[in-house]
């Protein structure tokens, strides 16, 4: 069993930036992948950007590429989501995600909004 713990959520004026952090507790093992996903108020929640186990590819949803750096820290079991220039379309709950070998694990979320 893997717990998920987000942070660094919070309310800032468009243009600004905020640093999530994601961190890996429990039963946590190697070779997993984490991802970041949203959920704004009545919509489904999408995919924001994913980094593998070894850092290398990562992927971004395309209305976040260029604003939006996923990193990770394998050493401290935590994955980041470094966002700036943000934009009043960003405000949602952020999800980190992570999953090995069929097994899904999510977090509570963390609230980002900004205001225009």
């Known amino acids: 069993q893997v717990q998920l713990v987000e942070s660094g959520g919070g309310s800032v004026q468009a243009g600004g930036s905020l640093r999530l952090s994601c961190v890996a507790s429990g039963r946590t093992s190697a070779n997993y992948a984490m991802a970041w996903y949203r959920q704004a108020p009545g919509q489904e929640r999408e995919f924001v950007a994913s980094?593998?186990?070894?850092?290398?590819?990562?992927y971004y949803a395309d209305s976040v590429k260029g604003r939006f750096t996923i990193s990770r820290d394998n050493t401290k079991n935590t994955a980041y989501l470094q966002m700036n220039n943000l934009k009043p379309e960003d405000t949602a709950v952020y999800f980190c995600k992570s999953w090995k070998d069929g097994h899904t694990y999510w977090g509570q979320g963390t609230q980002v909004t900004v205001s225009s």
């Open positions: 980094i593998p186990w070894g850092g290398g590819t990562t």
